[in-house]
């Protein structure tokens, strides 16, 4: 197992737990989680264009999601899609701010 697939299963198991630390602190974790995936990603396939990237971790998020309509006391919920995404598209203005010609 490489270093990608540990951060999957981090992401996963992160995902179907409860933070309840204050209000909307699940969705913080998302974005990070998230965030953190995608310059993961980034920096693991500096070849593909990161578009494609994009639409992997936001399928991968749409799964788990779904996956949470089957689970007890789970739900799917569109803020938490929406708190991946902005960790997404977060992570690739960072990575553009700080180094714009080695990355994209």
Same mark, same amino acid.
């Given at each position: 197992m490489g270093l990608d697939d540990d951060y999957s299963i981090f992401i996963t198991y992160t995902s179907s737990k409860h933070a309840n630390y204050f209000n909307h602190m699940d969705k913080i974790l998302h974005l990070g989680s998230y965030? @953190? !995936?995608?310059?993961? *990603? *980034? @920096? !693991?396939y500096q070849k593909i264009h990161h578009y494609k990237s994009i639409s992997l971790l936001f399928t991968y998020s749409l799964m788990i999601e779904v996956a949470q309509l089957f689970v007890v006391n789970r739900y799917f919920e569109v803020a938490d899609l929406v708190a991946n995404l902005m960790g997404i598209l977060l992570a690739i203005y960072l990575m553009k701010l700080l180094r714009p010609t080695r990355l994209f």
């Open positions: 965030g @953190l !995936a995608m310059i993961l *990603t *980034t @920096l !693991a």
